[in-house]
C-alpha cells in the first residue's frame, strides 16, 4: 500500500582536502529519486556541482548551500518532479579545509 512518508537517504560526504581540481564523483548512484536535494559546503572553497561529469551545472561558495526542490518547479499539473534514482554527482574544487555533505529527501 502506497504512503505519503518522507525519508532522507543516507548523507554522502567529501574531504575537501581530497579535492583534485578534476571532477570528483562523490555519488556513485542515489539510492532513491529524490524531491529535495541539499549539498551543504562546509569547507573554505568553492566548488562546482556537475550531474555528468563533463559540465558544470551549479556553483556552491565556500559555507554555501545549494537546495534544488524538484517537486516545487514543477511546470505539470498532477506530475512529479524528482531528481532520478541512479544519479551520479561529482564535484570539482581545489584542496581545502572542511566537509561537503550531500542530503536528500525521497517519499515512501
Known sequence: MPTNRVNAIEM???NSATLTGGYDLVVTALDESCF????INA?????????DGVNDNDY??????????????????N?????RKGQKIYLKGTAGTGFIY???????
Open 79 to 83: 506530475k512529479i518532479a524528482l531528481l
Open 12 to 14: 554522502y560526504s567529501k
Open 36 to 39: 529535495l536535494l541539499r549539498v
Open 102 to 108: 550531500i542530503a536528500g529527501y525521497y517519499n515512501e
Open 43 to 51: 569547507s573554505n572553497r568553492s566548488v562546482v556541482v556537475s550531474y
Open 60 to 77: 556552491i561558495a565556500a559555507s554555501g548551500v545549494l537546495q534544488l526542490s524538484f517537486q516545487t518547479n514543477n511546470k505539470i499539473p
